[in-house]
């Protein structure tokens, strides 16, 4: 029997392609795209404005996009709404709680908003309470409940239907420290049965939970990679009496770009997985640059997000 040398890629569950929203003359949203795999938590990260929740909104069918479309598993989301909006589970900013209803009764009225035949709503609902750790509150009116609980309710009805894809818009804000743990622990669990899309301003709360980091900056993508990424995200400063055009160094094998400090030194992007200090060295010396200065720097996620939210920026995406 043959056996397969490579395995196949994990499905693309959310394909967003050239998404844009305008707003009268403003532009929130510019030329988006994005893909979630099975598998996968997402995190959606920028600075306030820019762009998060009406990306969040898109993505979800609460907001018609001015241009471009929404895939979910395959079915676009402006074509079929319905079959593609049965693939998802969404809990916005705001949970969309009813204070005056226990969480069993919610829960109830949510899973017969999601069409789940009046048999299968009770174990829904026992599964969704289960997996939010809320059994010992089924009973108890929800505007009596803390906040964080009042937001795991709001975990529990966008996983009640079992949905391949879970999003959370800014799901920790205004809880407290001990609220915030609690939550993105949960959030880690479902991550291990759902592929989640999460969108936060929070640097810390993106690199405890998800796998994958997507950077928007008014509207648009400015860094797109597997949170582990920065760690292999290098660069050489290089100080020489007598520098070449930069041209010249840029054409040397595992260099991707050439940045002048001053007059003397340099700063060089890598090619991932490459190491071009030994060929540098040896053509210092034979061509009589002058080295004063080698050393190699390796940027934090928050460095590679300041320097690309702080002002103009080019788009930087690594592969898939």
């Known amino acids: 029997m043959t056996m397969p040398t490579t395995m196949d890629s994990p499905e693309i569950l959310i394909e967003a392609r050239g998404l844009t929203r305008r707003f009268g003359p403003n532009l929130a949203v510019d030329q988006l795209d994005l893909r979630l795999r099975q598998g996968e938590i ?20 609460n907001l018609a996009p001015s241009e471009g479309e929404v895939l979910i598993k395959g079915q676009s989301l402006h074509q079929a ?11 916005p900013e705001q949970p969309p709680v009813y204070p ?7 829960l109830r009225y949510c899973a017969g908003l999601h069409g789940l035949a009046a048999g299968a709503r009770s ?38 239907h079992r949905p391949p894809v879970v999003i959370l ?13 609690e939550i993105r622990s949960l959030i880690r669990e479902l991550g291990q049965r759902y592929s989640v899309i ?25 860094y797109d990679a597997a949170i582990d990424a920065q760690a292999r995200k290098q660069t050489l400063v290089l100080g020489l009496a007598r520098p070449p ?22 700063r060089l992007s890598l090619v991932q997985d490459t190491d071009p200090r030994e060929a540098l060295v040896a053509l210092a010396v034979q061509q009589g640059w002058g080295l004063r200065e080698l050393r190699l720097e390796t940027k934090t996620l928050e460095e590679i997000f300041v320097e690309l939210t702080s002002g103009d920026t080019q788009p930087l995406q690594e592969a898939a």
Do not use: F, W
């Not at 709404?81 to 809990?91: E, H, I, N, S, T």
């Not at 005056?100 to 919610?106: I, P, Q, S, W």
């Not at 906040?147 to 309710?153: H, S």
């Not at 818009?169 to 205004?174: F, I, K, L, Q, S």
């Open 42 to 61: 997402l995190g959606l990260l920028g600075p306030n404005g820019a762009g998060k929740s009406t990306t969040m909104k898109m993505l979800t069918g």
């Open 81 to 91: 709404p319905v079959l593609a909006k049965r693939q998802l589970g969404y809990l």
């Open 100 to 106: 005056e209803l226990t969480v069993d009764e919610y």
């Open 123 to 160: 174990d829904a609902v026992a599964a969704a309470k289960r997996d939010c750790g809320l059994d010992e509150v089924g009973r108890r009116l929800i505007g009596n409940l803390s906040k964080g609980y009042q937001q795991r309710v709001g975990l529990a009805q966008a996983i009640i």
């Open 169 to 181: 818009d800014e799901p920790t804000v205004g809880l407290d420290p001990i609220q915030i743990r």
């Open 198 to 222: 999460l969108s936060s301003h929070i640097l810390p709360e993106i690199q405890a939970v998800c796998s994958r980091v997507m950077i928007i900056d008014r509207g648009r993508t400015v």
């Open 245 to 266: 055009a930069l041209e010249e160094l840029a054409a040397i094998p595992g260099v991707a770009a050439v940045e002048a400090l001053d007059e003397q030194r340099l």
